[in-house]
C-alpha cells in the first residue's frame, strides 16, 4: 500500500461539521517522496476537517521527532518538531494548488489529498541550522569539536602589529 494513500480523504458523504483523522508517519512515508535525510521519522499527524457547505477548511498539526545530524559537529541526535497548517478547500471549474493556503478542486471532486501539504509542512519545520542539544549547553564531546576550537582564530593582532603601509588609508579619513 502507498504511504501516501491513507492521506487521501473522501469527504462526500461527511456531515457539515468537524470530523477528526489521525495519521502515524515513519521512514515509508518520506520514502515515498524520495527523500532520504532523516533517520527515524516518528509523526502523529492529526487532521481535522470542518465542512460547509462550499467549502473544506483543514486544520493539520503534526508532532514526533526526526533523526537528524547536527550542522557543526555532524553528530546524529533526535529533533523533536511540532507544526500546524491551515489549508482551505474550494471548489471551481478546474483543479488549481497555486495558492498555499486555497486549494481549488473542479466540481464533482469527492475526496482530498492532504499527502503533499503534510510533507511540505514538516520539511519547512525544520530549522534552518540544526545544531546538537548538547552542542548548544556545552556538554557534547566530540573530536570534530576539538578540531574546530584547534583551528578558531587566535587573539587580534595589535595595533603594532598591522603592516604600515595601511596607515596611509587612515590618513583619508
Partial sequence: MDARAVFVIPFVGLKNGSHLFDFKIDHTFFEAFEFFDFNQPQFEVRAVLEKKESMLKFTIS???TVG????VSTEAFD???KTQYDLIV???SE???DDDEIL???????????SQYVYEMILLALP??????QLQDGTLVSPILDKLKELEPKEKKSERDIDPRWD??????
Fill in 79 to 81: 529533533l523533536p518538531m
Fill in 128 to 133: 534552518t541550522k540544526l545544531i546538537h542539544p
Fill in 62 to 64: 503534526a508532532q514526533g
Fill in 104 to 114: 481549488v478542486l473542479p466540481h464533482g471532486s469527492f475526496q482530498v489529498d492532504l
Fill in 68 to 71: 537528524v545530524h547536527c550542522d
Fill in 168 to 173: 596611509k588609508l587612515k590618513d583619508l579619513l
Fill in 95 to 97: 483543479y488549481n494548488n
Fill in 90 to 92: 474550494k471548489f471551481g
